[in-house]
T-cell receptor, first 115, second 111 residues
Framework: AQSVTQLDSHVSVSEGTPVLLRCNYS??????LFWYVQHPNKGLQLLLK??????LVKGINGFEAEFKKSETSFHLTKPSAHMSDAAEYFC?????????????FGKGTHLIIQP | NAGVTQTPKFRILKIGQSMTLQCAQD?????MYWYRQDPGMGLKLIYY???????DKGEVPNGYNVSRSTTEDFPLRLELAAPSQTSVYFC??????????FGPGTRLLVL
């Protein structure tokens, strides 16, 4: 069994300040982990993924995430927020077996950027 | 490449009506998926397919049917629409079972 918890339903930051979106997971296997972004009325876009290579993963648009096995966390960060970052962010875990039905989505974190 | 396309973008149905949500991908992906997204929730898997002619149930398949006659297309059928099926529906595809590419979604309202 696997699960993912996004610790904040809403995060509000000022433009130009750092972003931190928190995600904890549980998995019986060595997981693959993903962050997806969803802009209003759009589909989900892959930001980055961790698949047991380097623990610090760099994604698109300046985002990165660090896999910490001891803390079962995969938090998403960005040094400086931009207005265009305002969106919904989903943390996703996949079982090591990689079955097509093996993705579990978090409930999402709504990122608000204040001007 | 158009990626994953979905039609229609928005639809209103009356209770008991039926409809088909269309999904197509031009990336030659073997895996295709249908999800629903309810407000404040993550995505729930309805059905998936690992190749033409092969489909399987996901977490929330009741009230839906799918078919996969070609690699490109993966339509989702609602036979007797119910208010509980009001949601946003996303189709996705992938080469393997993990990194998925999503369509823009179909908003369905059942009244």
């Amino acid at each position: 069994a696997q699960s993912v918890t996004q610790l904040d339903s809403h995060v509000s930051v000022s433009e130009g300040t750092p972003v931190l979106l928190r995600c904890n997971y549980s998995s019986s296997y060595s997981p693959s982990l993903f962050w997806y972004v969803q802009h209003p009325n759009k589909g989900l876009q892959l930001l980055l993924k961790y698949t047991s290579a380097a623990t610090l993963v760099k994604g698109i648009n300046g985002f990165e995430a660090e896999f910490k096995k001891s803390e079962t966390s995969f938090h998403l960060t960005k040094p400086s927020a931009h207005m265009s970052d305002a969106a919904e962010y989903f943390c996703v875990v996949s079982s090591a077996g990689g079955g097509a039905d093996g993705l579990t989505f978090g409930k999402g974190t709504h990122l608000i950027i204040q001007p | 490449n158009a990626g994953v396309t979905q039609t229609p973008k928005f639809r209103i149905l009356k209770i008991g009506q039926s409809m088909t949500l269309q999904c197509a991908q031009d990336m030659n992906h073997n895996y295709m998926y249908w999800y629903r997204q309810d407000p404040g929730m993550g995505l729930k898997l309805i059905y998936y397919s690992v190749g033409a002619g092969i489909t399987d149930k996901g977490e929330v398949p009741n009230g839906y049917n799918v078919s996969r006659s070609t690699t490109e297309d993966f339509p989702l059928r609602l036979e007797l629409a119910a208010p509980s099926q009001t949601s946003v529906y996303f189709c996705a595809s992938s080469r393997g079972p993990e990194t998925q590419y999503f369509g823009p979604g179909t908003r369905l309202l059942v009244l």
